[in-house]
């Protein structure tokens, strides 16, 4: 499959605005659009066979259950994970992060303990261990985030001199794009002592990812960033790890034998996913996995590179315009930026009036943009499905913020 | 949407006449948005007969926002502190020339009103 005629394949992105402008989707760093075969993927399960899984003994709950597994080994060889046990089903990151914190870290972590994160974290990596810290009395420290976008890594191996039991950071910040180098980074844990987990939110959906390769303990994501449905994600973790912790949520499926005070564990993945899961959803999710392998990952990172130093390079030229983040270098496709004479939330006022979708805000990373002295930022993110002429298309509303507020 | 960015609003954005600060002030109230982290802050001088003699505000944030802190900030001079209480968000959309805005951007207009009003009920709660 090939890039050029992938725009047919998603329907919300063939809307024409009554100025006859077809949607420019640049927010693709908050959820992507979804390809037919993702949407016909879930509307097939809920016309023919739904039912629950893992206890129906007749024909459809049996398809259900298998469709439900499918997508887990699907996901499990996307980021080549050893086994299909290691892959748990959640609804988000967000979940998947404070399972591993409410889990892992309220067994493992004492008083005093120390937690690495970055300043680049979105909030769903910083806020499970800021409640382990106020609950359990665990330490915080933070990466610090240089001038041009990039990890302070030489201060990451200071902290690193500090014991830290697990280091938590982003594979790609949703805010300035940036891709640390994660795989020495978590060398560097590993020889420390610590656990390392990386937050996939970004880096999933846009490169290539082999956890064994990046020897990471534990790997979040959410399907509905990667051509998926929202309401569902996956926590990866090593077997070992998994097989150590104490449950999360209690409830149906978790469970092996239940007794009226006390109950068994079942067996992983299943031991980490109480009650009716989001069916529907890991299918649809199994079906972005199908559509992403089809285009390949591979072309995907070289597309998005391609059209994120376009822009880059577009937007250095408009006036007043500055970016936060790295502009050069292999990077992530979100771009963010500030104009001098025009708030975020005018500048996504006036692109929405062309029938262009940009982010404005503090993107869910309040503490980086306090890092870089700005209340808000605008952000561009690109996705496979975008086009050199969606830039042109961008900058050219730029042009107009800045003939109305420059 | 084109028309969101009147004459009008880019004028009290650009070059706005009640900006800046009163010291000493009777009264000041300080509030934000954190959705966008637009911040708002009210000074108000306030008369024995409970008139605005003077106001100001100082902040920052999107063009609805600073726009309608400049257009509320003058139209509330003169007026009496009681009469102020009962300024509704229609009488902001009124100033700014809105007959109706989308849900979030309403939050950037109304933020005025919000600490406007926040200051005012601060000053009858420490009365009573």
């Not at chain 1, 086994?83 to 979940?95: L, P, Q």
Request: hydrophobic share 40%; with cysteine; net charge negative.
């Amino acid at each position: 499959m090939s890039l050029s005629n992938i725009l047919q394949d998603f329907p919300i992105l063939n809307q024409i605005d009554k100025n006859g402008k077809r949607l420019c989707f640049l927010d693709s760093a908050a959820t992507s659009q979804k390809p037919e075969t993702v949407i016909e993927a879930m509307n097939h399960y809920y016309r023919t066979i739904n039912a629950n899984i893992h206890r129906g003994i007749y024909q459809i709950a049996e398809e259900a259950t298998d469709a439900y597994e499918k997508s887990r080994k699907k996901i499990q060889k996307f980021i080549h994970a050893g086994s299909a046990s290691e892959i748990i089903f959640t609804r988000n990151t967000t979940e998947s992060i404070n399972l591993v914190a409410n889990t892992w870290g309220r067994k493992n972590l004492q008083k005093g303990d120390l937690v690495i994160l970055s300043e680049m974290e979105h909030h769903a990596n910083l806020i499970p261990w800021q409640i382990l810290a106020t609950n359990q009395g665990i330490n915080l420290e933070f990466i610090p985030v240089l001038e041009n976008g990039l990890l302070n890594l030489t201060e990451y191996k200071r902290l690193l001199g500090l014991q830290p039991k697990i280091v938590c950071v982003s594979g790609m910040s949703n805010v300035l794009g940036t891709v640390p180098p994660i795989k020495q980074m978590a060398v560097d844990a590993h020889k420390a002592g610590a656990l390392f987990l990386v937050d996939g939110a970004q880096m999933a959906p846009h490169m290539k990812v082999d956890v064994q390769d990046i020897d990471a303990d534990f790997f979040a994501f959410s399907a509905h960033k990667m051509l998926g449905p929202t309401g569902i994600g996956i926590l990866y973790g090593k077997e070992a790890l998994l097989e150590s912790m104490p449950p999360f949520l209690g409830g149906g499926d978790m469970i092996s034998k239940v007794y009226l005070r006390s109950f068994t564990t079942n067996d992983l993945p299943y031991k980490f996913e109480a009650g009716t899961p989001a069916i529907a959803e890991a299918i649809g999710f199994g079906a972005a996995i199908d559509y992403l392998n089809q285009v390949g990952m591979d072309a995907i990172s070289k597309h998005e590179m391609e059209i994120t130093r376009y822009a880059i390079q577009e937007l250095q030229k408009v006036p007043g315009l500055k970016i936060i983040g790295p502009t050069d270098g292999f990077r992530g496709s979100a771009v963010s930026f500030t104009l001098d004479y025009a708030h975020p939330h005018d500048v996504a006022q006036i692109l929405d009036s062309e029938f262009i979708c940009v982010r404005a805000g503090h993107h869910c990373a309040m503490p980086l943009h306090t890092r870089f002295s700005v209340p808000a930022t605008t952000r561009a993110s690109f996705y496979l499905y975008n086009t050199l002429d969606e830039v042109d298309r961008l900058i050219t509303g730029l042009e107009k913020v800045h003939h109305l507020f420059g | 949407m084109d028309d969101m960015y009147r004459e009008i609003i880019l004028d009290h954005y650009k070059n706005p006449s009640y900006k800046g600060e009163l010291d000493p002030c009777d009264l000041s109230f300080e509030d934000e948005n954190p959705l966008c982290g637009d911040h708002l802050k009210i000074f108000l001088r306030v008369n024995e007969n409970g008139i605005v003699t003077d106001a100001r505000f100082n902040g920052h944030g999107c063009a609805i926002s600073q726009a309608s802190a400049d257009l509320v900030v003058e139209s509330i001079i003169g007026k009496n502190v009681e009469d102020l209480k009962k300024m509704t968000k229609e009488d902001v959309l009124d100033l700014l020339g809105f007959e109706d805005l989308g849900p979030v951007r309403l939050k950037c207009a109304l933020l005025s009103l919000k600490v406007l009003k926040g200051g005012i009920y601060g000053v009858k709660d420490a009365e009573e």
